[in-house]
């Protein structure tokens, strides 16, 4: 027996050492198979796939429908009507005017009054639209020909050209008289509800939100439709703390103003409307009514709810000892 216990020593310790042997060739292989923490993995190998190359542009995201339009800038545009206006503030006197317009093949002619007005007399072949649904009409309105808008006394006139030129029409005008004048300049006059209008499609008009916003002022006129008639009423509200407002322009202000008034030239309304108060009462006026008409939309567009017009001509204040 003890001839045989260094053979079996020698077998033990062989034995060990190939099991030493496998273990480490299994830990060389680990190693060869798990790629080092350390190194960076290069993602901008020009041989690598770009994960965007099988994105098709069908399936990018699309673009919020829903997303808000940019809001409208009612401020901008008023101004941008206002600053623009022509010389000549797109009216004219004359009943041979209005007749030379009306002649004109397309032409229309728009009366602002009441149903009831209109129908007891008006001008040949003019259509009836009472200033209040002017926006809810405006497919009888044509954009490509001539319009010239009438009222009674000129004030509803002077309004309805502003209100459609901040809808977007530029192919407007008033005449600044009262009716009778159409009559007594020798023109028929007609009765009754009129012929059919006809019916041009709805506009394609710039801002269809500042329709809106002048439909929503058109439809909230109040009965006496913002004016004073009689210069007993603007001196009656001077009096009372009232600030009057001069729409003319300088040179016509330097040289003569009501007592105290502000002067803002009509063009520069959109511009400047923040240096006037709203915690008192303003009456407007210009030389002949006209500009003040014309504001009446404007001011209220660009909120003031305390705005009245004097609708007749200065010299009418200078005499009644407003001005200075």
């Given at each position: ?9 020698l077998a033990a ?8 042997a496998a273990c ?157 004048e159409w009559e ?141």
């Amino acid at each position: 027996m003890r001839a045989t216990r260094p053979w079996m020593l020698l077998a033990a310790l062989a034995a060990a050492l190939l099991l030493l042997a496998a273990c480490e060739a299994d830990e060389e292989e680990a190693a060869e198979e798990e790629p080092d923490d350390d190194i960076a993995v290069d993602f901008d190998d020009d041989d690598a796939d770009d994960p965007d190359d099988d994105v098709d542009e069908d399936d990018e995201p699309a673009e919020d429908d829903d997303e808000p339009a940019d809001e409208l800038d009612v401020e901008a545009e008023v101004d941008a009507y206002a600053s623009t206006l022509p010389d000549g503030w797109l009216m004219f006197r004359e009943a041979d005017e209005l007749e030379e317009i009306r002649e004109v093949e397309g032409s229309v002619i728009v009366d602002v009054r009441g149903a009831d007005d209109y129908e007891e007399g008006h001008i040949p072949e003019s259509i009836n639209i009472p200033i209040r649904e002017l926006a809810d009409n405006l497919d009888l309105i044509p954009t490509d020909a001539p319009v010239a808008v009438t009222c009674q006394t000129g004030w509803r006139t002077g309004m309805a050209v502003a209100a459609l030129g901040l809808m977007g029409y530029d192919n407007v005008e008033g005449w600044a008289n009262e009716f009778p004048e159409w009559e007594e300049a020798g023109y028929d006059v007609e009765s009754g509800e009129g012929e059919e209008p006809e019916v041009f499609g709805e506009p394609d008009l710039p801002e269809p939100e500042m329709v809106d916003e002048v439909g929503a002022w058109l439809a909230g006129l109040p009965d006496g439709w913002l004016l004073m008639r009689e210069t007993d009423e603007v001196a009656d509200a001077l009096d009372a703390g009232a600030q009057a407002l001069d729409l003319r322009g300088e040179d016509d202000f330097e040289e003569s103003q009501v007592e105290d008034a502000m002067n803002i030239p009509i063009r520069e309304l959109g511009a400047r409307h923040d240096e006037l108060p709203t915690d008192v009462d303003i009456v407007t006026h210009c030389a002949s009514g006209w500009r003040c008409a014309m504001s009446m939309p404007m001011l209220g567009l660009l909120g003031y709810d305390n705005v009245s017009g004097f609708p007749g001509m200065f010299d009418d204040l200078d005499e009644a000892g407003l001005t200075t």
